[in-house]
C-alpha cells in the first residue's frame, strides 16, 4: 500500500502548525509585555486581534505559499521568507485595524514587540525543525526504503539528485545496475550496489524495501520481469517520466485524462486554490471597479456625446484565453469611423501589425485640439492618458471574460497573424494591466519583446505578483507614463 505525498497544504501540514502555533505564542508574550508596561490594556480589543491576525495568517499561507521547496532552503533564505510572512501579516493586520478605524486603539509597544517576536519564533521553529527531519533517523521515524533500478552510466546523477533533495523522505537501500556491467565498485556515493548475479527475489525479497525508483535512458527497453516480480513482492515502482520528456522550462506532473494516467506538460502548473484567490480577487476588483465605472459615466458620457454623438461605450471582438473570442468594453475615446481609418494609417503603425500603436493618433475624440508644444489635447486623449476609458472593462473581469492582472488581449486581425511563439501569451486571461503595461508600454515597440515579458509573467504567476504589478499600475497611471 501507498500513501500519496501531494505538493500541497497537506504535504507541509507540519510546519502551518508550527507557525500558527509560533505566532500565538509570540501574541501571548507581547500580551504581556503590555500588561507590563501598560498595566490595563483593552482586553476585548485584544482577544478579538488575536482572531483577526490567526485568520490573516491562513490568508498569507494561502496566497504566499510560504511552504514551498522549505526543507531544500539554507537558513539564510529561511531567514528572508520568515521576514516577509511576518511583514505581510503586519501590514495586512494595519490595513484591517484603519478598515474598521481601530487603528488608534492597538498599542505601538504591542505592535512592534509582535512584530520582532513573531519573525524570531517563526525562523528559529522553523530551522530547528528542519534540523530534526534532516537528521532523523530509522524505522520509527517513518522513513520510507528505496531501491534504484538504473543503469551504470545514469547511477551517479540519480543518487546525486535524490541525496540532495530527499532529505529524510525516503533512505536509499541500494541500487540495482540493469546494464549489469561489471565493476570494481561497492557502492555508489556510500549507497551499497545490489547483487545482480543472483535473481532479484533473492537480491532485495528478505530486506527492508518500500518502494523501487526507475530512472532509464529513454532508448532502454526495460523487460516485463522485473515489473512483475516487484509488484507480485508488495512493492511500489515508479518510472521517472521526465527524464523522457523533459524540456526546459516546462512544469510536469502527473494527471489523469478520462481513465488514462499522463505525464502532463505545462508552462505553468497551479493549484486549483490558487486560481479559486485569483478569481475571488478579480471578482472584489470587478464589484468595486464597476462602481468607480459608474461614477465616471455621470461625468465623462455627457462630454464624449457632445463633442462625438453616438455611443458612450466602444465594444470589440477580442481574443481571450486560448483563442476564446469575447466582447471588450471601453468608454469610447475616438470618433465613430476610427475602424475605418485604422486601415488607412496600418503604414504608420509601430508595431509591426501585430499590435496597432502610432503617435498623436488622429482618430481619437478632440486631437484637433493642441497645446502649446502640440500635443493633442482632447478628451479623448485625456481619457486614455488618464486610463479611465479601461475602466468599463471591469465589467468583463466581473463576469469572467478577463482578470484584473494578464496579457492584453489582441483583436481579431491581430490574432491571424500570430505564429506558434506568439500565442503563448493568450494561455492565460487576458487582463486590464501586466506586465507589459507596466515596464515601459509606450517605450516597447517590439512586439518580441511584448511576448518575452507575458510568458515571464506566465511563468512566475502567483498572486503576490498580480498585487505589485496592480500597485505599479496605479503609480505609471498618476506619473501618466504611458496609456495603461
Not at 9 to 22: M, N, P, V, Y
Not at 149 to 162: K, P
Not at 435 to 442: L, T
Request: positive net charge; charged residues 25%.
Amino acid at each position: 500500500m501507498y500513501k500519496k505525498f501531494e505538493n500541497s497544504w497537506a504535504k507541509h501540514l507540519d510546519f502551518i502548525i508550527l507557525d500558527l502555533l509560533g505566532f500565538q505564542v509570540a501574541y501571548r508574550l507581547s500580551y504581556l509585555i503590555l500588561l507590563w508596561y501598560v498595566g490595563s490594556p483593552d482586553a476585548s480589543f485584544y482577544s478579538k486581534q488575536a482572531c483577526v491576525l490567526f485568520f490573516i495568517q491562513v490568508a498569507v499561507s494561502l496566497i504566499m505559499q510560504p511552504y514551498s521547496h522549505i526543507l531544500r532552503r539554507s537558513d539564510k533564505v529561511e531567514m528572508l521568507s520568515a521576514v516577509k510572512t511576518t511583514a505581510a501579516i503586519m501590514v495586512l493586520d494595519i490595513i484591517y485595524l484603519f478598515m474598521v478605524k481601530e487603528s488608534y486603539i492597538i498599542s505601538r509597544v504591542f505592535f512592534f514587540a509582535l512584530t520582532l517576536l513573531a519573525f524570531l519564533i517563526i525562523w528559529i521553529t522553523r530551522a530547528g525543525y528542519k534540523k530534526y527531519l534532516r537528521t532523523k533517523k530509522g524505522v520509527n521515524a517513518g522513513d520510507r526504503a528505496l531501491i534504484i533500478f538504473t543503469d551504470s552510466h545514469r547511477a551517479d546523477e540519480v543518487v546525486t539528485e535524490l541525496l540532495k533533495r530527499s532529505y529524510n523522505d525516503f533512505v536509499i537501500k541500494g541500487i540495482y545496475l540493469l546494464d549489469k556491467k561489471k565493476t570494481n565498485r561497492s557502492s555508489i556515493q556510500g549507497i551499497p550496489l545490489i547483487d545482480t548475479s543472483v535473481p532479484l527475489f533473492e537480491a532485495i525479497g528478505h530486506k527492508w524495501v518500500d518502494e523501487a525508483f526507475f530512472f532509464l535512458s529513454p532508448d532502454y527497453l526495460l523487460p516485463k520481469c522485473y515489473i512483475d516480480n516487484l509488484l507480485k513482492m508488495g512493492i511500489t515502482i515508479h518510472f521517472s517520466y521526465a527524464s523522457f520528456f523533459a524540456e526546459e522550462g516546462v512544469m510536469q506532473r502527473t494527471d489523469k485524462v478520462g481513465s488514462y494516467y499522463v505525464l502532463t506538460n505545462s508552462l505553468k502548473i497551479v493549484d486549483a486554490s490558487s486560481l479559486a484567490l485569483k478569481r475571488a480577487f478579480d471578482i472584489v476588483g470587478g464589484l468595486i471597479g464597476c462602481l468607480l465605472t459608474a461614477i465616471i459615466f455621470i461625468f465623462i458620457a455627457p462630454i464624449i456625446y457632445i463633442q462625438s454623438p453616438g455611443p458612450i461605450f466602444f465594444s470589440q471582438w477580442r481574443v481571450g484565453k486560448n483563442g476564446r473570442k469575447f466582447k471588450i468594453y471601453k468608454f469610447r475615446s475616438m470618433y465613430m469611423d476610427a475602424e475605418k481609418r485604422k486601415k488607412e494609417m496600418m503604414a504608420q503603425n509601430k508595431m509591426n501589425g501585430l499590435m496597432f500603436k502610432i503617435d498623436d493618433d488622429p482618430r481619437i475624440i478632440g486631437s484637433e485640439r493642441k497645446d502649446k508644444n502640440g500635443k493633442p489635447r482632447g478628451i479623448g486623449n485625456f481619457i486614455r492618458k488618464t486610463s479611465l476609458d479601461e475602466f468599463p472593462q471591469f465589467w468583463n473581469v466581473l463576469i469572467g471574460d478577463m482578470s484584473l492582472v494578464g496579457t492584453r488581449p489582441p483583436t481579431l486581425d491581430e490574432w491571424e497573424q500570430y505564429d506558434a511563439s506568439h500565442r503563448v501569451r493568450m494561455c492565460v486571461k487576458p487582463g486590464i494591466t501586466g506586465v507589459w503595461q507596466v515596464s515601459g508600454r509606450s517605450k516597447i515597440t517590439d512586439f518580441n519583446e511584448v511576448v518575452k515579458l507575458d510568458a515571464s509573467y506566465i511563468r512566475d504567476w502567483n498572486l503576490l505578483l498580480d498585487i505589485k504589478i496592480i500597485l505599479k499600475t496605479v503609480g505609471v497611471v498618476l506619473r501618466s507614463d504611458g496609456a495603461v
